[in-house]
């Protein structure tokens, strides 16, 4: 098993949307060698514990009219 630490690296939110940007740090990258993305699923929740956003593959999405804010990493050198 690979270590791979998640971090918020920049967040914007106003009355209208939200902007998350995640650091991925790989303890060991060289199993990276021949991936060319990496899928990242997420919940929003409010402050009031309520889902407001998400994007889980195997699950049909809360608003179907809704597309996801990004579906996966592209990764390049």
């Known amino acids: 098993m690979h270590e ?6 920049k967040h914007f939110s106003d009355a209208n949307k939200v902007r998350l940007s995640f ?14 993305e990496i899928p990242m699923d997420y919940q ?3 402050g ?3 889902y407001i956003d998400e ?5 049909k999405l809360m608003n179907s009219d ?3 804010i990004f579906q996966s990493l592209k990764l390049s050198n």
């Open 4 to 9: 791979i630490r998640i971090t918020l690296d």
């Open 23 to 36: 650091q991925l740090v790989f303890e060991n990258p060289s199993f990276l060698k021949n991936v060319k």
């Open 44 to 46: 929003l929740k409010n």
């Open 48 to 50: 009031d514990d309520e």
């Open 55 to 59: 994007f889980i593959p195997d699950t």
């Open 66 to 68: 809704e597309r996801p």
